[in-house]
């Protein structure tokens, strides 16, 4: 049976399971990026919630101290902030994930002076490098370090090693589960639809982590039970590219006659089942396991082994194409898509490339027109 609770998370910014933490004594903070180590806020008793901009149909304040010819992510996300729909965290963390990313700091506090009540009490910074490796690390577990310091020091608290070594060990069990999802839609013929999977990895980055786990378990168990396939005349595609936290994408994509078997998007799976090491120095382990991923396009150099992976990717999955999507403006996976469009079909794996809004904010009848015809470009190939 398709998970509701995950289903509501994927659509929702305002969850009732977040609102009833809060209500608990609990604290929650905002944060904009997967390079952040989530399992310090868990550690500290708190929920780390990934901010999204979803359901956003209009962009007046995100225009107004962005400007337009900026991806519409950070500005979607400036926008629901604006308009009070982030009024429950107590905190948020802005990281570099680009540049847009990186100035959504500095706009997001320009507009906490000209609308009062829009910016968190909590408000902080968080560098990442772009290399993952040499002095980088060793700077990146230093920003570790100093954002455990600055957490416990805003919210009176104490993280032990202990404390994360046990978040360190949750996360892992939730790590080894999404694993297990993502083999199930490896089958031939496959028992979840792309839809439905997109559902759980999305919840995984809102949903407090105990409900997420038990929820999980339960999708797990009921998909292996399942009789009825989808079914066995579909294609089967990957979805990779820019972040992504769009639902209806992956269900338009399904709707035009296909299954999304898996992807490479940030919100998606990417690296995020590799397991963390629990012995030894825990904030090391974290720095490790965070920075040492080149799945995006920010870590300069890692070109190569991006392609790599993607390969694998589509080939553990059984994919027969590839939809590579960016967002308008955003300048490294657009242009890193460009490479994976001319590589990908050195190596006969045929692709589709588009460019898109964010969100509700995507031109949806001529992104079904693109995906109808590659479905047909396919079925000439076969």
Same mark, same amino acid.
């Given at each position: 049976m398709k998970s509701t609770l995950f289903n509501d998370a994927a659509q929702t910014i305002d969850l009732s399971s977040v609102r009833e933490f809060k209500e608990n004594g609990g604290k929650v903070v905002g944060h904009t990026c997967s390079f952040l180590p989530v399992e310090i806020f868990y550690a500290a008793g708190m929920l780390p919630v990934r901010l999204r901009g979803i359901n956003t149909e209009s962009l007046n304040i995100g225009d107004a101290y962005y400007g337009p010819f900026v991806c519409t992510f950070p500005k979607a996300l400036l926008q629901q902030a604006g308009t009070g729909a982030y009024d429950f965290i107590d905190g948020a963390i802005i990281t570099s994930?680009?540049?847009?990313?990186?100035?959504?700091?500095?706009?997001?506090?320009?507009?906490?002076?000209?609308?009062?009540?829009?910016?968190?009490?909590?408000?902080?910074?968080?560098?990442?490098?772009?290399?993952?490796?040499?002095?980088?690390?060793?700077?990146?577990?230093?920003?570790?370090?100093?954002?455990?310091?600055d957490v416990e020091k805003k919210f009176k608290i104490s993280?032990?090693?202990?404390?994360?070594?046990?978040?360190?060990?949750?996360?892992?069990? *939730?790590?080894?589960? +999404?694993?297990?999802?993502? #083999?199930?839609?490896? /089958?031939?013929?496959?028992? =979840?639809?792309?839809?439905? @999977?997109?559902?759980?990895? *999305?919840?995984?980055? +809102?949903?407090?982590?105990? #409900?997420?786990?038990? /929820?999980?378990?339960?999708? =797990?168990?009921?998909?292996? @039970?399942r009789k009825d396939p989808v079914s066995n005349t579909k294609k089967r595609l990957f979805l990779a590219?820019?972040?992504?936290?769009?639902?209806?994408?992956?269900?338009?994509?399904?709707?035009?006659?296909?299954?999304?078997?898996?992807?490479?998007?940030?919100?998606?799976?990417?690296?995020?089942?590799?397991?963390?090491?629990?012995?030894?120095?825990?904030?090391?382990?974290?720095?490790?396991?965070?920075?040492?991923?080149?799945?995006?396009?920010?870590m300069f150099g890692y070109y190569p082994l991006r392609l790599n992976t993607l390969v694998d990717r589509i080939k553990q999955t059984r994919a027969q194409g590839v939809i590579m999507q960016n967002i308008r403006f955003c300048d490294l996976h657009g242009s890193e898509n460009g490479l994976l469009e001319r590589d990908l079909e050195k190596l006969g794996i045929p692709s589709?490339?588009?460019?898109?809004?964010?969100?509700?904010?995507?031109?949806?009848?001529?992104?079904?027109?693109?995906?109808?015809?590659?479905?047909?470009?396919?079925?000439?190939?076969?």
């Open positions: 994930g680009c540049d847009s990313m990186r100035r959504l700091d500095e706009c997001w506090r320009k507009m906490g002076q000209d609308i009062s009540g829009t910016l968190p009490s909590w408000f902080y910074y968080f560098d990442v490098p772009n290399k993952p490796d040499g002095v980088a690390f060793e700077w990146y577990e230093s920003r570790v370090r100093k954002l455990i310091r993280i032990s090693d202990e404390d994360l070594r046990k978040a360190i060990r949750d996360q892992n069990v *939730i790590r080894k589960a +999404v694993w297990d999802l993502g #083999l199930l839609r490896c /089958e031939v013929p496959t028992f =979840i639809t792309g839809t439905e @999977a997109f559902e759980a990895l *999305i919840a995984r980055t +809102v949903l407090p982590r105990d #409900l997420y786990a038990e /929820e999980l378990t339960r999708l =797990i168990d009921d998909v292996k @039970a590219g820019s972040i992504c936290d769009d639902l209806e994408l992956v269900r338009q994509i399904e709707e035009a006659g296909a299954v999304v078997v898996g992807e490479t998007v940030c919100y998606g799976q990417r690296n995020t089942c590799a397991q963390v090491e629990v012995e030894g120095d825990p904030v090391s382990a974290l720095a490790d396991h965070y920075l040492s991923g080149s799945i995006c396009p920010r589709l490339r588009i460019e898109k809004e964010y969100g509700a904010l995507s031109e949806k009848g001529r992104l079904r027109m693109r995906f109808d015809a590659f479905l047909e470009q396919l079925d000439t190939q076969d």
